[in-house]
């Protein structure tokens, strides 16, 4: 069951006090994932591994969820792994099942040689209405990868979200690949 909205925004407010301290850097220049510089870096693990970070994201996540039919939750390794395994988490005590996965980068070498982890002998995506999580989104590609992964696997993807959306393009990358995009946090909430 959603929190009300005055803990929701109360929880919105003590993730960004969080992110600010522990993910947030400004400087002269950072090189992006994307190739783009920016003078604003997110290094979310410090968050998404901290306790109360983590906690907050999760119940974040689940509130913009809680109407959305989902089978799972997960995204591209390593950003979404922390995330995913938070929300399955908090989702339990909410009685809520919600599994996560995560794609592989790369397929394994070995072993299954799978590109999706998480599902159990036997299970495919195929047929799954499934969530994509991120940490930092700034234009876009490394959800959208993960998200035409599952798509090529059958799953029906509901949702992208992103903890931090840099406001650098990905919300018109996932419109015009037809995926419905949320965004926990813009950098605007970060900007002095």
């Known amino acids: 069951m959603a929190e009300n909205p005055s803990d929701r925004a109360g929880k919105r407010a003590r993730l960004i006090e969080i992110i ?40 974040l996540i689940l509130d913009e969820i809680e109407r959305t039919d989902a089978d799972l939750i997960g995204g591209l390794e390593m950003g979404a792994v922390p995330i995913a395994s938070s929300v399955t988490a908090i989702a339990y005590t909410r ?32 047929g799954k209405k499934v969530v994509v999580v991120e940490d930092v989104t700034t234009t876009g590609g490394s959800a959208l990868k993960a998200a035409e992964a599952l798509k090529a696997e059958g799953a029906d993807v509901v949702r992208i979200i992103t903890v931090v959306d ?15 995009f949320t965004a926990l946090l813009t950098l605007e909430d970060f900007r002095s």
């Open 20 to 59: 600010k301290a522990r993910s947030f850097q400004e400087g002269p220049e950072f090189k992006l994932a994307s190739g783009k510089t920016s003078p604003f870096y997110f290094n979310m693990k410090p968050t998404m591994l901290d306790s109360e970070g983590a906690y907050l994201i999760a119940s």
């Open 95 to 126: 009685g809520r099942k919600l599994p996560a996965f995560f794609v592989r980068k790369q397929a394994k070498e070995h072993g299954t040689r799978a590109l999706v982890e998480g599902l159990v002998k036997g299970e495919h995506m195929a």
């Open 166 to 180: 840099r406001l650098d393009g990905a919300m018109i990358t996932f419109a015009n690949a037809g995926f419905a």
